[in-house]
């Protein structure tokens, strides 16, 4: 086995299991590399990322560079002497930094590359219909997501995931994949499979707030997977009497023979149910969360207001 010194980079919840079984494991973590705190909550106190959490538990060294290409940084990296970098839901790293260790940086990436390259892979998986992704890890290079492939494991998409299952399922899968990945680097055992390009390959652009709002001239089955691809975080949203509306949890209406109704029509009966028109059916919504207030069932909005 070879002895490795590992620099572990990552900042949210999900990179937390692949840094933990690492730890749990036995391999030598010389250093995590995370985001600065941040001011949170209504006392903008500051905040650790989850990542910092984890390594500060472990009494791993953190360092919060602002700045990747910081000279003073850089020395300091090199002074661990890392001979490979763990990348897991973080930033873009310059070459200065992803070329340094000799083995390399790997990354884990949560889809089946090359398919979904880009920011935000679960949520356009699921706004697409897919009905499997994965995880893959593969060594960084300077086109974004495109570096050769170590290992993938494949993952199914159920009918009523939203981001928020299916990104648990990926955390932990993630994990045991960047667990196994640094097994076969340790023996010095291990593919790199060069990723086939292709002209039907699927983007995941960063995510924004334009991005999420819902086209209701699509059919009732693409405006069911952009809802869900979209839950709980962002959001899917439309205007409900000129306020934006959150549309968490909806369904295939039961009762499709209501009134005549334009896409992007509502109709509420002020008691529990709320529908909107799609280009072919009817959705009922089952959660949302209008502008200023929480998230809650349609009957509870329903129970203390109209629409």
């Known amino acids: ?4 010194r590992i620099i572990f980079m990552g900042t949210p919840d999900f990179a937390v299991p692949s840094l933990d079984i ?20 209504r006392g903008q106190k500051l905040a650790s990322s989850p990542v910092k959490e984890s390594a500060v538990s ?16 850089l020395e300091e990296l090199r002074d661990y002497g890392a001979n490979l970098q763990i990348v897991v839901a973080f930033r873009m790293l310059p070459e200065v930094v992803w070329n340094m260790p000799k083995i390399g940086t790997f990354n884990l990436h949560a889809s089946l590359l090359p398919q979904y390259r880009g920011a935000a892979p679960i949520h356009w998986a699921i706004i697409n219909g897919e009905k499997e992704t994965g995880v893959t890890t593969f060594f960084l290079k300077h086109e974004i997501d495109t570096g050769k ?32 990945t640094v097994q076969a680097i340790a023996k010095n055992d291990y593919p790199q499979v060069d990723q086939v390009e292709s002209n039907t390959l699927f983007r995941a652009p960063k995510i924004f707030r334009e991005t999420c709002e819902i086209n209701w001239h699509q059919p009732a089955t693409k405006v069911y997977d952009f809802i869900r691809g979209l839950s709980p975080y962002p959001g899917a ?9 959150k549309l968490f949890r909806v369904k295939l209406a ?10 992007g029509d509502f109709l509420a009966d002020n008691k529990k149910t709320l529908y909107f028109k799609t280009s072919d059916h009817l959705l009922e ?15 509870e909005l329903l129970r203390g207001s109209t629409l």
């Open 149 to 180: 492939i170590i290992f993938q494991e494949k993952e199914p998409i159920h009918p009523d995931d939203t981001v928020g299952s299916l990104y648990q399922r990926l955390m932990e899968k993630g994990g045991r994949l960047v667990l196994k």
């Open 58 to 73: 472990h009494n791993i060294p953190v360092l919060q560079p602002t700045n990747l290409k910081d000279p003073a940084f």
């Open 1 to 4: 086995m070879n002895e490795l």
């Open 285 to 299: 919504v089952m959660e949302l969360q209008l502008a200023g207030k929480k998230r809650m069932t349609t009957e």
């Open 254 to 263: 039961e009762n499709d023979q209501l009134p005549d109704l334009q896409p």
């Open 237 to 245: 949203w439309t205007e409900v009497n000129g306020k934006v509306t």
């Open 22 to 41: 690492l730890v749990e494991n036995g391999f030598n973590i010389v250093a995590v590399i995370t985001a600065p705190d941040k001011p949170k909550g």
